[in-house]
């Protein structure tokens, strides 16, 4: 097993929003790498809307700057209601079971919940002028706190 690598920048590796995009992103995987050729266009497009996700909170994060950390955080949103929209789409027209469809759209609306939570809490620390570029962010099971290091 890999040395675990820490450092200032990689703090979002411990944001449970950017753990629950990867996780996203494997059972998007999974789902839709049986697809049928016919459908590459989609699954290409599915794939790509959920990796969007985790890659725009990391980058977000690394930015430091808080307009363009909401930005991405606000792109990451954008990406994953592209994919929940299509999530149903394909729920309905049988290329997803009840069973899979169920399990990912769980974990999306946990993952938008979660990163709603994160955009306002940024958002009052912006309105507040609290926010500090070098902070490091620490969840607890109901608030996203920032807490400087």
Wanted: glycine residues 6%; contains cysteine; hydrophobic residues 35%.
């Amino acid at each position: 097993m890999a040395e675990e690598r820490k450092n200032r920048n990689r703090g979002y590796q411990k944001l449970r929003v950017w753990q629950d995009a990867q996780e996203l992103y494997v059972l998007t995987w999974d789902a839709f790498k049986t697809f049928p050729y016919e459908l590459k266009r989609t699954v290409s497009q599915q794939i790509a809307s959920v990796d969007s996700i985790h890659r725009n909170i990391a980058e977000g994060y690394c930015r430091r700057g808080i307009k363009e950390y909401l930005y991405h955080l606000n792109v990451a949103l954008g990406s994953l209601g592209e994919s929940v929209s299509a999530l149903a789409t394909y729920h309905r027209a049988g290329h997803l079971t009840p069973e899979t469809f169920e399990k990912m759209d769980s974990l999306a609306f946990k993952l938008e919940n979660g990163l709603i939570k994160l955009v306002e809490k940024l958002e009052e620390k912006q309105q507040d002028g609290s926010w500090i570029d070098h902070l490091m962010i620490k969840e607890s099971d109901d608030l996203y706190k920032i807490e400087p290091t």
